[in-house]
């Protein structure tokens, strides 16, 4: 076994692995490709620590156990198993070894680490976060332990389905070929806070009543546990619902304010062929324009119907 006859020959007194770089330790990935047909050490571990090029070439060229033959194909190895295989190899020395829960390896292609998957998804969203005018915060990002790709030309490329908003988001993963096709999927997610300052509450605010500039204030709120906020703009409003002071103003809690409302002064405008007369009614409900609604004609006490024609008219033909 010629890499064993390495082992010894690095293990030898006065020439020893740790005499030549005291300290040093292995990093074994959870996630490798390996060129076959044999796994080498360096491609499955990184040093760390002093550790000068000679002796870490030589330590790279470790043969380890047999590679698949079928390119693309993965091989999952537990810690146990790999705490055997470098004992085996490396005898003492496999102490120095950092080793992962398992690790994956392929035979040919590229290997993204779930480290580095991380790192991707958390740019990817900041990156797009920018555009809601808020503070971002990403947390609780789950992604595959590793992403393998088929071929060194192969690209991971992120997307998303839907549109950013804030809360859980989904985020789709694809290994694509040079020439476009899709060969591998999987997803990862993570949590989305956009911190912003909204229009609030400054009084306690009761159904109906006409929101005003004096009766809004302002709060910095977390937009992934309050959707739908009022961006301050449109109107005028009043409230759909009540509101306690120091509350966001969401779109749930306001309305548009009716062309008519409920006893109000309108203008009630007759309109024919040859007379066009305007008198003053009152009005018996509440309506938009386009809508139909009774008046009280202020002078006669009749009550027709009209429909409403812009802010306080109403037009009965």
Same mark, same amino acid.
């Given at each position: 076994?010629?890499?064993?006859?390495?082992?010894?020959?690095?293990?030898?007194?006065?020439?020893?692995?740790?005499?030549?770089?005291?300290?040093?330790?292995?990093?074994?990935?959870?996630?490798?490709?390996?060129?076959?047909?044999?796994?080498?050490?360096?491609?499955?571990?990184?040093?760390?620590?002093?550790?000068?090029?000679?002796?870490?070439d030589s330590l790279s060229?470790?043969?380890?156990?047999?590679?698949?033959?079928?390119?693309?194909? %993965?091989?999952?190895?537990?810690?146990?198993?790999?705490?055997?295989?470098?004992?085996?190899?490396?005898?003492?020395?496999?102490?120095?070894?950092?080793?992962?829960?398992?690790?994956?390896?392929? +035979?040919?292609?590229?290997?993204?680490?779930?480290?580095?998957?991380?790192?991707?998804?958390?740019?990817?969203?900041?990156?797009?976060?920018?555009?809601?005018?808020?503070?971002?915060?990403?947390?609780?990002?789950?992604?595959?332990?590793?992403?393998?790709?088929?071929?060194?030309?192969?690209?991971?490329?992120?997307?998303?389905?839907?549109?950013?908003?804030?809360?859980?988001?989904?985020?789709?993963?694809?290994?694509?070929?040079?020439?476009?096709?899709?060969?591998?999927?999987?997803v990862a997610t993570a949590?989305?806070?956009?911190?912003?300052?909204?229009?609030?509450a400054a009084m306690p605010?009761?159904?109906?009543?006409?929101?005003?500039?004096?009766?809004?204030?302002? +709060?910095?709120?977390?937009?992934?546990?309050?959707?739908?906020?009022?961006?301050?703009?449109?109107?005028?409003?009043?409230?759909?619902?009540?509101?306690?002071?120091?509350?966001?103003?969401?779109?749930?809690?306001?309305?548009?304010?009716?062309? %008519?409302?409920?006893?109000?002064?309108?203008?009630?405008?007759?309109?024919?062929?040859?007379?066009?007369?305007?008198?003053?009614?009152?009005?018996?409900?509440?309506?938009?324009?386009?809508?139909?609604?009774?008046?009280?004609?202020?002078?006669?006490?009749?009550?027709?119907?009209?429909?409403?024609?812009?802010?306080?008219?109403?037009?009965?033909?």
């Amino acid at each position: 076994m010629v890499f064993g006859l390495t082992m010894l020959v690095l293990l030898a007194p006065g020439g020893t692995v740790s005499d030549a770089a005291d300290g040093w330790r292995l990093q074994v990935r959870s996630a490798a490709t390996v060129a076959g047909p044999v796994v080498l050490l360096g491609e499955v571990a990184e040093p760390m620590g002093r550790m000068d090029e000679r002796t870490w070439d030589s330590l790279s060229r470790i043969k380890l156990w047999k590679a698949s033959d079928r390119p693309g194909r %993965v091989v999952v190895v537990s810690r146990a198993k790999l705490r055997e295989i470098f004992r085996f190899y490396m005898g003492d020395q496999a102490k120095r070894l950092i080793l992962p829960s398992q690790m994956a390896v392929q +035979t040919g292609g590229k290997a993204v680490s779930g480290p580095e998957l991380r790192s991707r998804v958390v740019g990817f969203l900041t990156a797009r976060a920018t555009a809601m005018n808020g503070e971002a915060e990403i947390r609780d990002v789950q992604t595959p332990m590793h992403f393998f790709l088929a071929s060194d030309s192969d690209r991971l490329e992120l997307s998303m389905d839907d549109p950013l908003e804030p809360g859980r988001v989904k985020v789709q993963l694809r290994g694509i070929t040079p020439d476009g096709r899709v060969m591998k999927r999987s997803v990862a997610t993570a949590f989305l806070n956009i911190w912003k300052t909204v229009p609030s509450a400054a009084m306690p605010l009761n159904r109906l009543e006409r929101l005003s500039r004096d009766k809004v204030s302002f +709060t910095r709120v977390n937009l992934a546990y309050h959707p739908d906020v009022w961006d301050g703009t449109g109107g005028p409003w009043r409230m759909k619902r009540s509101l306690g002071r120091g509350q966001p103003i969401t779109m749930q809690h306001i309305e548009a304010l009716p062309a %008519v409302e409920r006893g109000e002064t309108v203008d009630l405008i007759y309109k024919g062929r040859r007379i066009h007369l305007t008198i003053k009614a009152e009005a018996l409900g509440e309506a938009r324009i386009g809508q139909q609604v009774a008046v009280r004609n202020l002078q006669s006490k009749r009550t027709v119907m009209g429909t409403v024609v812009g802010d306080d008219q109403v037009m009965v033909r």
